[in-house]
């Protein structure tokens, strides 16, 4: 069953502008890590923030804030005054116990354009 | 710290041919990740390792993908016989125990199989 969901494959914003990218996630578990992972065309994995299943505030990291809706269910990343070099995909991931350890599994991504 | 070093960065082999891939994590961190991404399936995780043990090797696609993790500074994932169907960026990424804390990935490993 798939676990975390990114429902927009593609957004457009224009450069300055705030944009809200959506995951919505599912589990059984009460205690889990939600993160948010940048791949720039480069291919490279970048870890931008992350959230906690008992963090009672939204994580903030610069221009990047995650707007967690426990009850919901939902962790959307939330990018203000986007910059051309926003421009990449955007994984929406989690992390939750296991037997032996922790895993984590990613959505299938949101590609990001930021327009000049 | 150099972060999470892979090798190579580009691999061309032909159908048949064993293929190994290479990872040196953080020094210090717990855990060992390998995934594989392809415009198909994603990001898939194959294997994970925790303090070199291996943990969870479900995702390992089939018996001709192997990996070992013989100490803590190196990891390799191994492929006999390859397939075209195997094409696709191999990620190695490294992490601390703690839930809270992000992995860090290498650079991948884009491995073509004709």
């Known amino acids: 069953a798939q676990k975390i969901t990114q429902t927009q494959p593609g957004m457009f914003v224009q450069e300055k502008e705030a944009v809200t990218l959506d995951c919505t996630y599912d589990?059984?578990?009460?205690?889990?890590?939600l993160f948010w992972y940048k791949q720039p065309s480069s291919g490279e994995m970048i870890f931008l923030i992350y959230?906690?299943?008992?963090?009672?505030q939204n994580a903030t990291e610069g221009r990047y804030s995650l707007n967690f809706q426990k009850a919901r269910k939902s962790a959307n990343l939330v990018i203000s005054a986007s910059q051309l070099g926003d421009s990449a995909m955007y994984f929406c991931?989690?992390?939750?116990?296991?037997?032996?350890?922790?895993?984590?599994?990613f959505g299938a991504g949101t590609r990001l354009f930021v327009k000049a | 710290d150099a972060g999470v070093i892979q090798s190579p960065r580009h691999e061309v082999t032909e159908m048949g041919q064993e293929v190994t891939l290479r990872c040196k994590p953080i020094?210090?961190?717990?855990?060992l990740f390998w995934y594989r991404q392809t415009m198909m399936r994603g990001l898939e995780l194959l294997i994970y390792?925790?303090?070199?043990?291996?943990?969870?090797d479900s995702g390992m696609p089939e018996d001709r993908f192997s990996a070992k993790m013989p100490n803590a500074s190196f990891s390799t994932l191994k492929i006999q016989p390859s397939e075209p169907r195997d094409s696709a960026v191999y990620f190695c990424?490294?992490?601390?125990?703690?839930?809270?804390?992000?992995?860090?990935f290498g650079s991948g490993t884009r491995l073509t199989v004709v």
């Open positions: 990424a490294s992490s601390l125990a703690p839930l809270n804390y992000g992995y860090t």
């Open positions: 589990t059984s578990d009460q205690s889990y890590g």
């Open positions: 959230q906690g299943s008992y963090d009672e």
């Open positions: 991931a989690m992390r939750e116990p296991h037997t032996g350890g922790f895993k984590t599994i």
């Open positions: 020094s210090g961190h717990d855990y």
């Open positions: 390792f925790n303090n070199n043990v291996p943990i969870d």
